[in-house]
C-alpha cells in the first residue's frame, strides 16, 4: 500500500508556472504507474498526465499536452507535474494517483477508476 502526499500548489497568474510534487510513502514506489487528475467545481475529474514505472512512458490528454510534463524521482518515492503556460481554465484541485505494476507492462493511469491510491489533493487556481 502507498500514501500520497501532494504539495506545491497555489496562485499563479496566466502564461505563468508551478510545479506539483507527489510524495509517496510505503514500499516499492518504483512500481508504481503514477497520475495527476484534476478536479474543477462542479465538473467532474478529468485526466492531466500519466507516467509509467520507469519514467519512460508518458500521456497526456490534449487540454495540457505541450505545456504540462509529468516526471518521477524514484530514488525520492517523488512524482512531479510542471505545469506551465498555465491559463484560467487550470484552476482546480489536482490529485496525485496510482496504481501497482506488478508485472511492469508499463501501465498508464488515464482513468480514474483505473486508480487505487489517491493524495487529498492541492488546489491550483490561475487567475486571467
Known amino acids: 500500500q502507498v500514501q500520497l502526499v501532494e504539495s506545491g500548489g497555489g496562485l499563479a497568474q496566466a502564461g505563468g508556472s508551478l510545479r506539483l510534487s507527489c510524495a509517496a510513502s510505503g514500499r516499492a514506489f518504483s512500481r508504481y504507474a503514477m497520475g495527476w487528475f484534476r478536479q474543477a467545481p462542479g465538473k467532474e475529474r478529468e485526466f492531466v498526465a500519466a507516467?509509467?514505472?520507469?519514467?519512460?512512458?508518458?500521456s497526456y490528454p490534449d487540454s495540457v499536452k505541450g505545456r504540462f510534463t509529468i516526471s518521477r524521482d524514484n530514488a525520492k518515492n517523488t512524482v512531479y507535474l510542471q505545469m506551465n503556460s498555465l491559463k484560467p481554465e487550470d484552476t482546480a484541485v489536482y490529485f496525485c494517483a496510482g496504481t501497482e505494476d506488478r508485472d511492469y507492462d508499463n501501465k498508464l493511469i488515464t482513468r480514474a477508476l483505473d486508480a487505487d491510491y489517491w493524495g487529498q489533493g492541492t488546489q491550483v487556481t490561475v487567475s486571467a
Open positions: 507516467i509509467n514505472w520507469s519514467g519512460r512512458a508518458t
